[in-house]
């Protein structure tokens, strides 16, 4: 009878503590573009994935149970299916099929659905939900540009007199139906953050053709010095620092660093970036109505604290050849994302490929500038980016002899241009309009002029 008494003491306190409803949203989306239409047997690419990605979902539905230390959250994305995108609907986000006037949704929902907790120590984190390491646009390790990653994730933060130590620590499943058996990405760092500056460590190791064991599980393990076979393991330095007005950042990260005499000979293979954001006019961060994806993603604790206002951010990121790859196709640092599509060649399934993190992979040199604004009502930012690509891809062949240099982007560069102004406005919490214009310059050259309109509706809120 105790025991039945203190459990519904303990239900009845989380009860009225906890905020609890349905959630319902519509945002139709008209777009003016030239993007090509293509056929049955096109296969498509991460690009393609992030254009049709930039495209809010056409409605959802969900409901969210949380409190002052945690949430659970459950969201299905009625979005349109991505071969009418790729096929000629791609000037709306209407939900029809390519060849005819009917309604059919993308079945791979849901795409967001996790619950967390967090307190002064501890933020775990356990899903399906983008996640994003670092401050900077992009990141070697784990970017949001991935629509999702099934993950645990767990952050453990401990302050002393001068500063604050900091560990985290992650799993991440891939879809082992694509290679017919199972890819993990388990990783970790740790690091120290003071008044003005955040320095650590980071490693990730992605188990490929098995499961992961408790050896490699281990949160408190070099993953190099396990020697696995199966394994990849990458390894990186940051460094977050504010001086002024200024927020700098940078990384090293390395995937292979060939020494003498060691027993591989695989050529080194690194990325790295260095960044900074000047906030030239302090403002408020914006506020609206929780409607894209990203919205909902999980973002490393930073150094930098979220703030709006007047911002100028310059990057430049360098990924060498090799990066990223191996010699068989499942210990490759990608991760396929699969697709029930509508209308596909051999009526099987759709698979794009992306990073785990740096969404253009290896053999890139990258500039990004951009200029935002940001208020309580208003999210505005133009940005560009100049990107050089190298001949070496992901897929090409991987193994001796290493024709390029380790270094420097293979021959023949390609050179393009990337021009993008996205703008948001919240008149309160529950509704927004959104336009955008994109212009790719450089190879094809492409461009879109978007239009949106989205409201959020919340009922049996208690």
């Known amino acids: 009878m105790k025991r039945l008494l203190l459990l519904f003491v303990i239900v009845i306190s989380v009860a009225l503590c906890a905020k609890t409803g349905l959630f319902l949203s519509i945002y139709p989306v008209l777009s003016l573009n030239n993007y090509t239409v293509h056929d049955r047997d096109y296969q498509p690419g991460f690009d393609d994935l992030r254009t049709y990605f930039s495209y809010p979902a056409f409605a959802s539905a969900g409901v969210e149970f949380s409190g002052s230390s945690y949430r659970a959250l459950f969201r299905l994305d009625f979005r349109q299916d991505i071969t009418s995108f790729l096929r000629g609907r791609s000037w709306s986000n209407f939900p029809i099929r390519h060849n005819a006037y009917t309604l059919y949704i993308d079945t791979d929902l849901p795409r967001v659905g996790f619950a967390e907790f967090e307190n002064d120590f501890l933020r775990i984190s356990a899903g399906k939900r983008r996640l994003h390491f670092g401050p900077a646009t992009y990141n ?48 970790h760092s740790i690091g120290y953050e003071g008044s003005s500056t955040r320095v650590g460590f980071v490693e990730t190791n992605l188990i490929s053709n098995t499961f992961p064991d408790l050896r490699d599980m281990s949160p408190f393990m070099v993953f190099h010095n396990n020697y696995a076979k199966n394994s990849n393991v990458n390894a990186g330095l940051f460094v977050e620092s504010r001086i002024g007005i200024l927020e700098l950042y940078g990384m090293l990260y390395a995937d292979d660093i060939l020494i003498p005499g060691d027993r591989t000979e695989n050529p080194t293979s690194l990325g790295w970036y260095l960044g900074g954001e000047a906030a030239l006019i302090d403002g408020n961060s914006y506020v609206g109505p929780v409607l894209w994806d990203e919205q909902f993603g999980l973002g490393e604790k930073t150094l930098f604290k979220e703030s709006g206002g007047l911002k100028l951010k310059y990057e430049h990121y360098h990924s060498t050849p090799y990066l990223y790859n191996r010699e068989f196709e499942e210990g490759k640092y990608i991760n396929p994302i699969r697709f029930n599509a ?114 959020l509706f919340n009922f049996l809120e208690f």
Request: no cysteine; proline share 4%; charged share 25%.
């Open 140 to 187: 070697f390790v784990l970017s949001e540009t991935v629509p999702y990653f099934e993950h645990l994730w767990l952050d453990l933060g401990a302050e002393v007199l001068s500063g604050k130590y900091f560990y985290s620590f992650f799993v991440i499943s891939s879809d082992r139906s694509i290679f017919d058996s199972p890819r993990t990405l388990i990783g």
């Open 342 to 455: 509508d209308d596909i060649e051999g009526g099987a399934y759709l698979v794009i490929n992306g990073f785990y993190g740096f969404p253009y992979g290896p053999d890139i040199s990258l500039d990004l500038l951009a200029l935002s604004y940001e208020t309580r009502r208003i999210f505005t930012e133009l940005r560009i980016e100049y990107i050089r690509q190298g001949s070496y891809r992901i897929e090409d062949f991987y193994g001796e002899p290493f024709e390029f240099d380790w270094y420097r982007l293979a021959q023949p560069i390609t050179g393009k241009a990337r021009l993008s102004l996205n703008f948001h406005y919240s008149p309160d919490e529950k509704q927004e309009v959104t336009l955008s214009a994109s212009m790719a310059l450089g190879g094809k050259s492409e461009f879109s002029l978007k239009i949106g309109y989205g409201r």
